[in-house]
């Protein structure tokens, strides 16, 4: 069974800190991805890696880094939090086929 | 953005009844993949149909893909109740690597 991991699950964090959203699998896959979800609005591409120490930007990447120390992890940092980064995370991962495995989210709020 | 015409955005039919819906994109993919998502969980892939197929089925789920208009379209038959979900349609891009990007999603409600 494919597993994605995040961590934590929900979280509250205060403006201009600092938050790290933290992903782990056991697929064995290549690709890793980090997408944003607000109400109204689809799945948004913020980060993403096809190997590892490797990260390319997606459609919404500004106020937001990424970091892919191995294969198995893929984290998302906010270095200064902001109001608009409230929102749920999702980490998924892709293989050599096309299916995308979601992890189960995060639901950040930022205060 | 990929995406052209936005998805219908919210439907509420009764249970029996069928569904379509629609998306459209901007540039060029060799697959459309389709994607529920209930709530408090992530997505899950339903079904995928690529540039070479005109259509696909999968039990109760017909999806058509229209490389020249560039569009794809997602039916429901016989709709149930735990069918109750929003519906994304994806596409791969070509960005410095392979990405996938979600239109905006159709809220689909199924009343018993």
């Known amino acids: 069974e494919a597993a994605v991991t995040q961590s934590p699950r929900s979280k509250v964090a205060v403006t201009g800190g600092k938050v790290t959203l933290s992903c782990h699998q056991t697929n064995n896959h290549d690709y890793m991805y980090w997408y944003r979800q607000d109400t109204g609005h689809g799945l948004r591409l913020i980060h993403y890696?096809?190997?590892?120490?490797?990260?390319e930007k997606g459609d919404i990447p500004d106020g937001y880094k990424a970091s892919r120390p191995s294969q198995e992890n893929f984290s998302l940092i906010l270095e200064l939090a902001s109001l608009s980064q409230t929102a749920v995370y999702f980490c998924?991962?892709?293989?050599?086929?096309?299916?995308?495995?979601f992890g189960k989210g995060t639901r950040l709020t930022v205060v | 953005s990929q995406w052209g015409e936005e998805n219908l955005q919210a439907l509420s039919i009764q249970e029996g009844e069928d569904v379509t819906m629609n998306c459209s994109y901007k540039t060029y993919t060799t697959v459309v993949q389709w994607y529920r998502q209930k709530s408090g969980k992530g997505p899950a892939l339903i079904i995928l149909i690529r540039s070479n197929e005109r259509e696909k089925r999968s039990g109760r789920l017909r999806a058509t893909l229209d490389t020249s208009s560039q569009s794809s379209s997602l039916s429901i038959t016989g709709t149930l109740a735990t069918d109750t979900a929003v519906y994304f349609c994806?596409?791969?891009?070509?960005?410095?690597?392979?990405?996938?990007?979600f239109g905006t999603g159709t809220t689909v409600s199924v009343s018993p």
């Open positions: 998924a991962t892709q293989g050599l086929d096309t299916e995308v495995f």
């Open positions: 994806a596409t791969v891009t070509y960005q410095g690597g392979r990405a996938l990007i």
């Open positions: 890696s096809y190997v590892a120490d490797s990260t």
